[in-house]
């Protein structure tokens, strides 16, 4: 019974740690242009804003859950087997995963001019899946191989 417990805590977690990860993208990638963002399209409703975002957040989460489940499981794996409990290792893993699932494992051109476009966007993705991480940290990976 424990077992199950631990499971529906984990996808409960990772549904969470994707929709942290899909706000922070959103709000990271949509803020700096915001005004520029609704005016285009002549909106100045408030209202109608929140319920553009809101939806965005959830596209993203939605893609965000499905390209990652796999690699999630593999993690969710190691660290339950290891009892990794650390708040510091979810967020590292979170930020890692994510820059892996943006970039792929290309580490050679990561590097970017500081200031870029460039480096901003790694940069919001990193913030994204240490978000992502901190979350399912604070949901599942406190608790971590406890069902042993």
């Not at 190691?78 to 494992?105: K, T």
Request: hydrophobic fraction near 65%.
């Amino acid at each position: 019974m424990v077992v199950l417990y631990r499971i529906m805590m984990m996808l409960v977690g990772y549904i969470l740690a994707c929709i942290a990860a899909s706000l922070v993208l959103a709000l990271g990638t949509l803020a700096p242009n915001w005004n520029e963002l609704f005016a285009a399209f002549g909106v100045q409703s408030s209202q109608v804003e929140s319920a553009a975002v809101w939806m965005v957040v959830g596209l993203g989460a939605l893609i965000i859950f499905v390209v990652g489940i796999l690699p999630m499981l593999l993690i969710i794996v190691i660290v339950e087997g290891f009892a990794l409990r650390s708040v510091v290792v979810y967020g590292v893993i979170g930020g890692a995963l994510a820059l892996v699932m943006a970039y792929g494992l290309d580490f050679a051109n990561y590097a970017a001019a500081p200031g870029s476009d460039l480096a901003r966007e790694r940069e919001v993705f990193a913030a994204a899946g240490i978000a992502g991480g901190l979350v399912y940290w604070l949901f599942a990976g406190r608790k971590a191989g406890a069902w042993k």
